[in-house]
């Protein structure tokens, strides 16, 4: 996927959806088609461009400091292959497209990955108001991109859905010897501010599938809402499901 896109559109979607996908990379917001509200017909699902059947969208945003892995957590988890070599920030941004398979359920998830530097904040900004999730990261291997959650949860509590399915990760989780910021220190973190957290590597592909599997399952047993099934609990599956790490080294 291009590293180098700029917005020039915004896409509107605040609701789940059926239909037509955008193709497998946008172009900037200027390839993205609108989506609209939407409902659920299994027996009748849509089709993506890239031939693939989905019964619900979701737009799910990747946000963090500039160099945390965001570019590198969505190639992996669409490609399954790690962008190693020198870094090439984002500018404005860009979306990838990939559907799951949730309990038989074809979900499309439509991941933005933003660019963290200062100088694109107002772009992120006009995309969190149709965001359903967003995937919060920082660097385990740099303490200022971990120290600016803060602010980056100020920021989406102005500017995004109040009922954003929202996840920390701690991400570059290989780097035992450059990491800085214990595991510890994470889910102390996520546990002040009620959020689910994980460590994640893009390089090693640590728990990458589960953190977007996790969104969509949350974002599917919303949508559906089945009477019969008990309520999906987030946090409850991830930790669950997640390979801890240790944080033996750093800090
Ligand atoms: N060791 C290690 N390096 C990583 C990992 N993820 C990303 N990197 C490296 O970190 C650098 C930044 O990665 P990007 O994915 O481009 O960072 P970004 O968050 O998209 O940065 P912006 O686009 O500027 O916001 C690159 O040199 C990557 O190779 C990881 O899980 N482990
Ligand atoms: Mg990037």
């Known amino acids: 996927m291009s590293r180098k896109k700029t917005a020039k559109g915004k896409s509107s979607a605040s609701g789940p959806a059926k239909g037509k996908d955008q193709g497998k990379s946008g172009k900037g917001a200027a390839g993205a088609e609108p989506l609209s509200n939407g409902v659920v017909h299994p027996s009748r699902p ?16 990747l946000v963090g400091d500039s160099g945390v892995g965001k570019t590198c957590l969505l ?45 694109f904040r107002s772009v992120t900004h006009a995309y969190y108001r149709d965001a359903h999730a967003l995937l919060l990261l920082y660097d385990v291997t740099n303490k200022t991109s971990f120290d600016n959650i803060q602010a980056w949860l100020t920021e989406i509590h102005e500017y995004a859905q109040q009922d954003v399915v929202l996840m920390l990760l701690g991400n570059k989780a290989d780097s035992a ?19 689910p957290f ?9 728990n990458v599938d589960l953190a977007f599997t996790a969104v969509a399952k949350e974002l599917k047993h919303r949508s559906m809402k089945e009477p019969s099934e008990s ?11 997640m390979t801890k790490t240790t944080s033996c080294c750093g800090s």
């Open 177 to 195: 010897h450059e990491r800085v910021v214990k595991r510890e220190e994470g889910e102390k973190l996520a546990k002040e501010f009620g959020v």
């Open 75 to 119: 190639v992996r988890f669409k490609d399954g292959a790690f962008l190693a070599g020198s870094f090439i920030s984002t500018v404005g941004i860009d979306f990838r497209n990939k559907v799951l398979n949730i309990d038989g359920v074809k979900v499309k998830l439509q991941i933005w990955d933003t660019a963290g530097q200062e100088r």
């Open 231 to 241: 309520k999906f609990q987030l946090h409850e599956y991830v930790n669950k499901e």
């Open 46 to 61: 849509s089709l993506s461009n890239s031939g693939e059947f989905y019964d619900l969208a979701f737009k799910v945003m």
């Open 198 to 206: 994980m460590e994640t590597s893009a390089k090693s592909g640590l």
